[in-house]
């Protein structure tokens, strides 16, 4: 659905630097939800979101990894001292309601690090 | 605790030929939703279809349908004709309302068609 954008589509990263993903949801909609594909695998739940509020980090990596979604502005996924396995493809979906069936997805940001 | 799965890794038919995917859910939930995602090379997420838990109508649209089956757990997506477009890694996924609001996603099939 073209209604949920994310950029950049692509980033390399070297070991040990940032990586910010970001992730403009459809308009009016204020549920954000985060997942990770690794390579040659499904999709993985990382983090759920409303406006300004973190409902579920329960798929989120304890270290390194964090999630936001501001009153203003995109939601925002911070990788912190990448290394290679954290290479994956990232998807973001949006909702309006906070009940994630209608599931589209943004086309992903594929993060590389080298 | 909710579970799909997508038995078939790889699949390989030639053009025209019929092929089904195989999808199997776990959960105790009597509410849910099911989806099929298609990934092409290009890597996004396409949404096919998404079906509730009450809904056992089969579906078809186009060249595409799905066969829901609560007695055996199972969402198995049917392509009539294959094309060469239609390769791609294709996903089945579980929505329960009672857990948190995430999809649980098989580990997907990847369709291969032949000219």
């Known amino acids: 659905n073209a209604g949920v954008m994310q950029n950049p589509r692509h980033l390399v990263r070297r070991r040990g630097q940032e990586a910010r993903l970001r992730c403009s949801p459809v308009?009016?909609?204020?549920?954000v939800y985060w997942y990770r594909q690794l390579p040659e695998e499904g999709l993985k739940f990382m983090v759920y979101?409303?406006?300004?509020?973190?409902?579920?980090e329960s798929g989120m990596p304890k270290e390194r990894f964090s999630a936001e979604f501001p009153k203003e502005g995109p939601s925002i996924l911070r990788i912190q001292q990448v290394v290679r396995g954290d290479s994956a493809a990232y998807f973001c979906?949006?909702?309006?309601?906070?009940?994630?069936?209608?599931?589209?997805f943004g086309q992903g940001t594929r993060l590389t690090v080298v | 605790a909710q579970k799909v799965t997508q038995a078939q890794t790889e699949i390989s038919v030639v053009e025209k030929e019929d092929v089904t995917l195989d999808c199997v859910y776990e959960t105790r939930d009597t509410t849910y939703y099911l989806f099929w995602y298609k990934q092409p090379p290009s890597g996004e997420l396409v949404f096919l279809i998404r079906?509730?838990?009450?809904?056992?109508q089969n579906e078809i649209s186009g060249r595409y349908s799905w066969n829901f089956q609560k007695s055996t757990s199972s969402f198995n997506f049917t392509i009539t004709a294959s094309q060469v477009v239609d390769s791609a890694v294709y996903f089945c996924?579980?929505?329960?309302?009672?857990?948190?609001?995430?999809?649980?996603f098989g580990s997907g099939t990847q369709l291969t068609v032949l000219p």
């Open positions: 979101l409303q406006k300004e509020n973190i409902i579920d």
């Open positions: 308009k009016g909609h204020s549920h």
């Open positions: 979906a949006s909702s309006a309601t906070g009940e994630n069936t209608e599931a589209f």
């Open positions: 079906r509730n838990s009450f809904d056992e």
């Open positions: 996924a579980l929505y329960l309302r009672s857990s948190a609001r995430q999809l649980t």
